[in-house]
Every structure is written in structure tokens, then in C-alpha cells.
């Protein structure tokens, strides 16, 4: 499962990527919302124990 959330979300920011735009910051409290590259720089969240989920 995680596997295809990150393929899914990588190719999303390539799409982007694609049209433009230069993505400068990924944010996500999930390693799937970070991993894949297509933007300069990455912030971990806390997940606050799955609040955030």
C-alpha cells in the first residue's frame, strides 16, 4: 500500500513539475508525503501519536 501512495504522490509533484512550477518545500507528517524527490527541500511533521492521520 505505501508503496503505491508514494508512487502516486511522486508522480503528482512531477506533474507539477511539468507545467512550471518549481516546488520548494514538501511538508507531511507521513514518510509517503516526503519521499520520491520533485521538490527542493523536505519537513517532517510529528504525527502527534495518529492525530494528524
Known amino acids: 500500500l505505501f508503496a ?18 518549481t516546488i520548494i518545500a514538501n511538508i507531511g507528517n507521513n514518510t ?3 519521499v520520491g524527490g520533485h521538490a527542493e527541500r523536505t519537513f517532517k511533521l510529528p504525527d502527534y501519536g495518529g492525530k494528524l492521520s
Open 32 to 34: 509517503t508525503d516526503l
Open 4 to 21: 503505491e501512495v508514494s508512487a502516486y504522490k511522486t508522480e503528482q509533484r512531477a506533474k507539477i513539475e511539468g507545467k512550471g512550477y
